[in-house]
């Protein structure tokens, strides 16, 4: 069975800092997808980023990036420059290949964007 | 047109209401999709469409009831609802079901239900 844990319940970062959410996961499959989404206060979960099991590049998406460690079982997000807007919770999602499109959440991280 | 919509935002019923959420999307995705979610947790599937066929219910309790009309619809009808049922329903759509490549699902803002 999968399992993705996010151990930060909550985070504060200062504006136009960096800061970094983890993420690690639980796998016995080779072929998978990870995935970043944001979810505001207004509900809707926006996709932000992605990560296939196979790619050897960390995946980037504008001040997004993913610090992608395989072996390690990490696939943390990075956001850089923080913004006011980026106050939100974010959950990282994975997916196993055999199992159609289906996603396993984490528990999220509530960012929180200090001015 | 790349989003999904949710109709009603809010929606507040009793036990013995029937009432029915409504989603759309017109991306020609072909897979769609159904989540609860209470509040500070992660979404839960409930329901999965492909090709407007149900392919996955996570054993939901029978008072939800998916339907597919068409590609572009996804509704779920909701009957003698309890008061633990309250939470925010996402419907979500993608290219497809089989998983490959980035196939992201795109989620639509949610209905958030109250049952009295």
């Known amino acids: 069975a999968q399992k993705i844990t996010q151990t930060q319940p909550g985070m504060f970062v200062q504006e136009k800092e960096a800061v970094t959410l983890d993420c690690t996961y639980d796998?016995?499959?080779?072929?998978?997808?990870l995935f970043w989404y944001k979810q505001p206060s207004s509900g809707e979960m926006i996709f932000l980023i992605y990560?296939?099991?196979?790619?050897?590049q960390n995946a980037t998406e504008g001040r997004y990036s993913l610090n992608f460690q395989k072996a390690r079982k990490s696939a943390n997000l990075v956001i850089s420059a923080s913004q006011l807007g980026d106050s939100a919770m974010y959950f990282c999602?994975?997916?196993?290949?055999?199992?159609?499109?289906?996603?396993?959440f984490g528990g999220g991280t509530r960012l929180m964007v200090k001015p | 047109d790349t989003e999904v919509t949710q109709t009603p935002k809010h929606l507040v019923m009793g036990m013995t209401n029937k009432k029915s959420l409504k989603c759309e999307q017109h991306?020609?995705?072909?897979?769609m999709y159904w989540y609860k979610q209470k509040a500070k947790k992660p979404p839960e599937l409930m329901f999965v469409?492909?090709?407007?066929?149900?392919?996955i219910n996570e054993s939901v309790p029978s008072r939800f009831s998916p339907e597919c009309p068409n590609s572009s619809l996804l509704n779920l009808h909701l009957h003698a609802l309890q008061p633990e049922d309250s939470a925010l329903y996402l419907c979500?759509?993608?290219?497809?079901?089989?998983?490959?490549?980035?196939?992201?699902?795109?989620f639509g803002p949610g209905t958030r239900l109250t049952v009295l």
């Open positions: 990560q296939g099991s196979y790619d050897e």
């Open positions: 991306m020609g995705h072909r897979a």
């Open positions: 469409y492909s090709y407007e066929k149900l392919s």
């Open positions: 979500a759509s993608s290219l497809r079901w089989t998983s490959s490549g980035l196939n992201e699902q795109f």
């Open positions: 999602a994975m997916r196993d290949n055999n199992a159609g499109n289906m996603l396993t």
């Open positions: 796998t016995s499959d080779q072929s998978y997808g």
